[in-house]
């Protein structure tokens, strides 16, 4: 039985957008993280994808609270820490790191690797100066790098190696939960892989947890045991990584899917594609009903634009937020846009009562 | 894009069909560090139509080889050195020596049969923007941000085409039509930052097509995008290119873009050519290690892989390049040879279009291939 690490429930962030320089009022809200749920399990590779603007990066610094969260609970190893106060957050902290994506814009240029690495210890007054220095030598050695290069600058490393530094920075005080927010994206392919294997390898010895943010679908789909799909602060679609890019259900996955150009000349010329038209909309005032239904290409008029979708299981580990889930996968444009007219029909009544109370209606398939 | 059949034969046909044909291109630059040596010996060529992948890490000399071309290079010099042995040596001479340039190009690169390393300044200005078009990753440092796009589309239009301003607008109002932007006559006076990412992409392919060129280079031209964006930027390129029959040299680090649009293939490693070869051999029947370190540590979304193979170290700095084979530090097969000799590009399994620069055996190549194949395509590799 997977226990469970950590714990997200209708999580939202907003920023608000004010106008006026002496009497500032807010005049709209951008819903950056709208109401997102999902659990990750101790030792697992819990995935986040979606395109720029989706909110992955927001919600994982809601996640690790270097932003405050608009509304909702996060439970991090049976601990409500939603409502902690900075202090109360400090030995929280230390079981939670993270990795960034830039290797060159996340490390203090000024200060040497060995201080770089061992200032999380040094502020958890984790060991004496020697135990320390003993410890990240020891830490440069498991991510890689040469425990000789303590006493080097950042600047003197590539970006691989720089990346490696950032893993060592994240492992040092031993966390529970590790949010890697693009940690790849910046790299070449072949570094990559390294960095990627690294991050297996170091969870299989030290039974991490990821939580493994990424626009590369390729990627997450390596290294993820489960995957969440978003768009515009919304889930669109959780399920175990496999299930996602075999038997995708919500539309966006689907057409993201087959967005991805694959390494393969061959089954690229024969495959159905997807290709979505438009761009993300602006969230601020994201559209009405599902959020996707102006680039969706099963969009239904009466049931999309009017009721928000929640999200529905297919299986135990296997959920998404669409009336109309794809029935089988791959599709091609035509399949992907012929929805059974008895599904829309019942659709439209089950939401019908709902709409004047402007509540969200449940639909259940 | 024309189908792989048809860029073999465009290829085959002679070089009356090569629209482009550079020959051991060598690009310098001086640093304060020494002589980087960033395109150091690299030959191939686009046949009309054809769309040639130029793939690479980064520093690998990709988008240098396309500036050495177009001339785009900072302070580039123009010394007259003869090919032969000594050419390496005398081109870092003449850099060290010289206080009024910092980059020299030496080669061959034949544009419809005028070598575009030799042509006027004046002459390259008109090719630049006329014949050969450029598309660049960024397209928002790639526009002006201070002038509307209608002005720059005018511009671009005025310069190479002889019509009047009327018209200009008028073409250039057809041009973003054409790339799928809604209410072009409205939008032609807007300015960059009201365009998203994707569309300024395409206000850059308008801008590029505009002049009916024969040759579009684009540099990384989907990696600022998101892959949807991506997706339709690359079937706007592919319809472009069978309206007009333009033929693309599109350089990028992604496999997965190359696969999906190049007809030709030429794998870059440390300012040379690994290995060069139509887009179904580089996938199916990979010839040089380099290529299948890049393809064993692709991720892939069709197949679970247990784990990536990778490729040890980095690569290598242009300023001291490794001796023999720039690989060859990295390479697990390296051997005595390696080390000493440079391989140069010689033909694979007999085949003239299939080409790489490795001293290995066939043999054992095929084997490794096929090895490499097999983590993630099963089928493909039974095939080989």
Not at chain 1, 3 to 16: A, G, I, M, S
Not at chain 1, 109 to 116: N, T
Not at chain 1, 186 to 212: C, H, M, P, R, W
Request: hydrophobic share 40%; charged share 25%.
């Amino acid at each position: 039985m997977p226990e469970e690490l950590l714990r997200v429930e209708n999580v939202k962030k907003h920023f608000p957008v004010s106008r006026g320089i002496i009497f500032q009022k807010q005049i709209a809200a951008v819903k950056a993280v709208d109401d997102v749920s999902f659990t990750v399990n101790r030792g697992e590779t819990f995935g986040i994808v979606g395109e720029s603007g989706c909110g992955k990066s927001t919600l994982a610094r809601v996640i690790m609270r270097l932003l405050d969260p608009t509304a909702g609970k996060i439970t991090f190893d049976g601990r409500d820490i939603s409502n902690l106060t900075r202090n109360e957050m400090r030995p929280v902290r230390r079981e939670m790191m993270m990795i960034f994506q830039d290797p060159y814009a996340s490390l203090n240029p000024r200060k040497r690797v060995g201080f770089i690495v061992g200032e999380a210890l040094q502020i958890n007054k984790m060991g004496s100066a020697a135990e320390i220095k003993r410890r990240v030598q020891e830490l440069l050695e498991v991510v890689g790098l040469n425990p000789e290069h303590y006493n080097r600058f950042p600047h003197e490393f590539s970006g691989g190696q720089r990346q490696r530094i950032g893993v060592a920075r994240a492992l040092a005080v031993n966390p529970k939960l590790i949010v890697a927010d693009e940690p790849v994206s910046a790299l070449d392919v072949s570094v990559q892989a390294q960095i990627l294997n690294l991050l297996k390898d170091l969870q299989t010895e030290f039974g991490l947890t990821y939580i493994f943010i990424a626009h590369d679908l390729n990627v997450v789909r390596y290294i993820s045991d489960r995957v969440m799909v978003m768009y515009l602060g919304k889930v669109a679609e959780i399920a175990d990584a496999g299930q996602l890019y075999s038997e995708p259900q919500h539309p966006y996955s689907g057409s993201l899917l087959s967005a991805v150009p694959i390494a393969n000349p061959r089954a690229g010329r024969s495959r159905k594609s997807v290709v979505l038209q438009g761009d993300v909309p602006n969230p601020i005032n994201p559209p009405s009903g599902c959020r996707f239904h102006p680039r969706c290409p099963r969009y239904q008029e009466g049931v999309c634009d009017v009721v928000e979708p929640r999200i529905t299981e297919v299986s135990a580990s296997h959920g998404s937020a669409c009336f109309f889930p794809l029935e089988h996968w791959p599709m091609t444009v035509e399949e992907i846009s012929s929805v059974d007219p008895e599904v829309v029909a019942e659709r439209k009544r089950e939401i019908v009562p709902a709409e004047p109370a402007g509540e969200p209606a449940t639909a259940s398939v | 894009m024309t189908s792989t059949a048809a860029g073999n034969e465009l290829a085959t046909d002679g070089a009356d069909e090569l629209l482009l044909d550079v020959r051991d291109l060598r690009t310098y630059f001086k640093t304060d560090d020494g002589i980087v040596k960033a395109v150091d010996g690299v030959s191939f060529s686009v046949g009309r139509g054809e769309t040639l992948g130029i793939v690479g890490e980064s520093g690998c000399g990709k988008s240098v080889t396309m500036m050495s071309i177009l001339g785009l290079n900072p302070k580039p010099g123009r010394v007259n050195i003869p090919a032969g042995p000594g050419r390496g040596e005398a081109m870092s001479k003449a850099l060290q020596e010289s206080t009024k340039f910092v980059s020299l190009s030496t080669g061959e690169a034949f544009f419809k049969g005028e070598n575009l390393l030799t042509v006027s300044g004046s002459r390259l200005r008109e090719i630049r923007g006329g014949e050969i078009a450029m598309i660049f990753q960024d397209p928002m440092t790639s526009l002006n941000p201070v002038h509307s796009i209608g002005t720059q589309l005018i511009e671009a239009t005025l310069l190479h085409q002889d019509v009047s301003k009327k018209q200009a607008r008028k073409l250039a109002i057809e041009a973003l039509k054409d790339v799928g932007i809604p209410r072009a006559e409205r939008r032609i006076d807007d300015y960059p930052h009201q365009f998203s990412g994707g569309m300024r992409q395409r206000v850059m392919i308008a801008m590029a097509l505009i002049n009916d060129p024969k040759l579009l280079i684009a540099d990384e031209p989907t990696t600022a995008l998101d892959v949807t964006t991506q997706a339709q930027i690359l079937e706007l390129m592919n319809r472009m290119q069978e309206e007009h029959g333009t033929a693309i040299v599109m350089i990028t680090h992604d496999l997965g873009v190359v696969a999906e649009v190049a007809d030709e293939v030429v794998v870059m490693y440390a300012a040379r050519v690994a290995e060069r070869a139509p887009v179904d051999n580089i996938y199916e029947q990979p010839m040089h290690p380099y290529t299948w370190g890049l393809l064993g540590s692709l991720p892939r979304l069709e197949t679970d892989v247990e784990r990536l193979t990778q490729i040890p170290g980095q690569p290598p700095s242009l300023l001291r390049p490794p001796a023999g084979c720039r690989f060859n530090p990295r390479c697990t097969f390296a051997f005595d040879r390696c080390r000493r000799e440079l391989p140069e590009l010689v033909p694979a399994l007999s085949d003239p279009l299939h080409t790489q620069a490795c001293f290995l055996d066939e043999e054992t190549k095929l084997r490794e291939a096929r090895r490499v194949l097999a983590a993630f395509d099963p089928e493909a590799a039974g095939g080989v």
